[in-house]
Every structure is written in C-alpha cells, then in structure tokens.
C-alpha cells in the first residue's frame, strides 16, 4: 500500500463501521420489539439456565451484543494503529524521496561542472593548436619560400651547364692549341692549364722565402682549427669545423704552393669558401689589416654564395665587403686587376681568389704575390654550378 491510498482505506474503514453500528441499532430493536408483552400480574416461568443481564431502561439486549460491540472497538483500535503506522511510513517514504532528489541534482550538478571545465580546457587546446599551426604555416612561407627559388635557380643553372659542358670542353681546348705566346700580350689559358701547372712538383725555393719564417706559426693555426675549433671567436677568425682533408689542401697551399697555386675543387662551392676562409683566418692572423680578399666569379649569384660563406665561416657582416674593406667581390678580372694594383702600390697585401666555374684565367691576375684557382676535376662533375 502506498501512502497516496490511506486516505481512501481509512474512508473506507470508517463506512463499514458506520454500517455495523446501524446494524447493531437495527438487531436490538428487532429483538426488543420481538419479545411478548408480559403481563405485570401474571407470573413469569423463567428457567433456571436463563441469565439476565442488566440493561439500560427501555430494553434488555442478550450477552453476545457486548462481546460483538467489543470485537468491533478492538477491530477499531488495530485499523487506527495501521493507520497511524501508514501515517509514518508515508512521512519517512516522502523523505526518502526528498534526500533521493537532492542526492539527484547534486549530482547533475557535479556533472554539469565537470563537463563544463572539460569543454573550456579543450577549447584551450584547440585554439593553442590553431594558433601553432598558423604559425608553423607563416614560418613554412617565410622559409621555404626563398629555398624554393633559390632552388629552382640552381636546377636551371644546371641545366644549362649540362647541355653546354661538351661545347665548352671542345672550345677550350681548341682556344688551348691555337694558343701563341710570342705576342707581348698573352691571351687567357684555360685554367686547367694553370692547375696541372700549379699542381705539378713544388718549388721549395718560393716557398722557403714567402713562408718560412712563419711556418711554425702557420702549422699551429691549421692545427687549431683542427682540433680546437672556435665557433664564437673574434671576426676574420674561422669558425667552421675543420676537417683533415680541408687542412691537407690548406697546407699545400701554403707550404707546396707558397701561396700562389691552384687547388682541384671539393665538389662543392660551400667546402672551397670554407678553405678559403681558413686560408684567410691564417693570412689575417699573419699580417692584420694589411691583408684583403678579392674574389672572382662570373655571375652575381655566385658571388652572392660566396659573400654568404666568408660571412658565416669568418663571423664578418655584410659592412665587411667594399671597395676599402676586407673582402670585396668582382664579375670582371680587369677591374679586379685593377684594384689589386692600387692595393700593392699602397703596401697592401691582396689575395685574388677565382672561383672554379673561371674557365679562363687572366695571366695579369697571376702577378699578385697571392692567389688562389679552384680547378674543376674533369673526373668528377661539379655540383656548384646548380
């Protein structure tokens, strides 16, 4: 039973009393009404089994009225005890309901909180993701962009140089035979002339008077940048790993050569700058501010390379390059020729450096007291040309 049907039972219990009661009323009028008028005067036979019972005046009701009308009370009494139990149950069932529904939106509560803390913190993440991604994107633009280009120069460069390589082959060695050296002015040699020349055995006399007195002093700068290499040193001083067979060309500049000679290219323009620098980190440490470079190169994105590399294996800046500076760049050997000839009348001492894709060199620029040609290997093609 529910607590929402007491109060049908409890009405319901309080008609069936109300009907027994009248029942009862209408059981003793009938029974009063029922006795036989007895005559004051004559006598009554009353047997000896017969009890009588006092009774109210107007009546004598028999000994089971009393017990039935008993019976009903206590049936009374145990329907109210029920009821009141029912009463009790249905207030402690109401409260379990209560704390049952506060339990509830506690709980929704909780949850509700929950999944609003989770929802804001991916947000976070999402827009801390997006936020990455832009910038991973600006940063592709920015630095790929000018990869790319340079990139799709290089493959052009190539190109080109694989389609003449043979023409230009078959024309220098023709320039090569119908050379003649009796006029007074001397045409250009191919420079794979002036390397087989430069690379043929030493003249130990050269060397002796131009390096001598400084090759104790030399051997321990190549060593150093070797095996103690400064990667945050003063400008003008090598700062690039140094590997032995970088020291081996070095040397033989130096010591074989005297420091006027060709050496067969690296395969690589970046490895012939970083010679380069090491032989003029040497010459800087030897002679100071008296020293410049001259470098030579027949278009301006070679150049460009080359200023890029002295940069970054000597640590100088771009203020570094000029006219009256340190290092200087020239397309044309005449003015560069030029320019090394007002450095020697001034005392200076200039360091012409031709770059390999020179095909021929200019023998005004083999008068200077140091140069440097890098010679193409006719076994090995050349990848700096792309």
């Given at each position: 039973m529910t607590p929402n049907e007491l109060p049908l039972d409890t009405a319901k219990t309080e008609e069936s009393l109300g009907i027994q009661e009248a029942?009862?009323?209408?059981?003793?009028?009938?029974?009063?009404?029922?006795?036989?008028e007895l005559d004051d005067t004559a006598p009554v036979a009353i047997p000896g089994d017969t009890v009588i019972a006092k009774v109210p005046f107007g009546g004598v009701a028999p000994v089971n009225l009393e017990q039935r009308i008993a019976e009903l009370q206590r049936q009374e009494r145990t329907l109210q005890q029920d009821i009141a139990q029912l009463q009790g149950m249905k207030s402690e069932l109401q409260?379990?309901?209560t704390t049952t529904q506060g339990a509830i939106a506690s709980l929704l509560q909780e949850g509700l909180k929950d999944l609003e803390q989770r929802k804001r913190d991916l947000q976070i993440t999402v827009e801390q993701l997006e936020r990455r991604q832009e910038r991973i994107r600006a940063e592709m633009r920015t630095t790929f962009a000018g990869t790319s280009q340079d990139l799709a120069i290089r493959v052009q460069s190539f190109k080109e140089y694989l389609v003449g390589s043979l023409q230009d082959l078959a024309l220098a060695a023709d320039q090569l035979?119908?050379?003649?050296?009796?006029?007074?002015?001397?045409?250009?040699?191919?420079?794979?002339?002036?390397?087989?020349?430069?690379?043929?055995?030493?003249?130990p006399k050269f060397a002796e008077e131009s390096f001598q007195s400084q090759t104790k002093k030399i051997r321990s700068l190549i060593d150093q940048y070797r095996s103690r290499p400064d990667y945050y040193g003063p400008p003008w001083q090598l700062r690039r790993t140094f590997e032995p067979i970088h020291a081996e060309r070095v040397s033989n500049w130096f010591f074989t050569q005297g420091g006027r000679g060709a050496l067969r290219t690296m395969g690589s323009r970046l490895q012939n700058i970083l010679i380069t620098s090491a032989i003029v980190s040497v010459l800087q440490e030897l002679y100071g501010d008296r020293q410049t470079t001259l470098v030579l190169a027949d278009s301006p994105e070679r150049?460009?390379?080359?200023?890029?590399?002295?940069?970054?294996?000597?640590?100088i800046t771009r203020s570094d390059f000029g006219p009256d500076r340190g290092a200087a760049l020239f397309e044309d050997p005449f003015v560069l020729s030029q320019?090394?000839?007002r450095m020697v009348k001034?005392?200076?001492l200039p360091l012409v450096v031709i770059d390999e894709t020179e095909e021929q060199i200019d023998l005004t620029l083999?008068?200077?007291?140091?140069?440097?040609?890098?010679?193409?290997?006719?076994?090995?093609?050349?990848?700096?040309?792309?």
């Open positions: 029942s009862l009323r209408s059981l003793s009028d009938e029974e009063v009404t029922s006795l036989p409260g379990q309901v035979e119908l050379t003649k050296f009796k006029e007074p002015e001397k045409p250009p040699v191919p420079i794979a002339t002036v390397a087989a020349k430069s690379l043929q055995p030493p003249t150049l460009g390379e080359w200023r890029r590399g002295l940069q970054d294996c000597l640590g320019k090394a000839d001034d005392g200076l083999l008068q200077y007291p140091l140069w440097l040609a890098f010679a193409p290997n006719p076994q090995t093609p050349s990848y700096s040309n792309y």
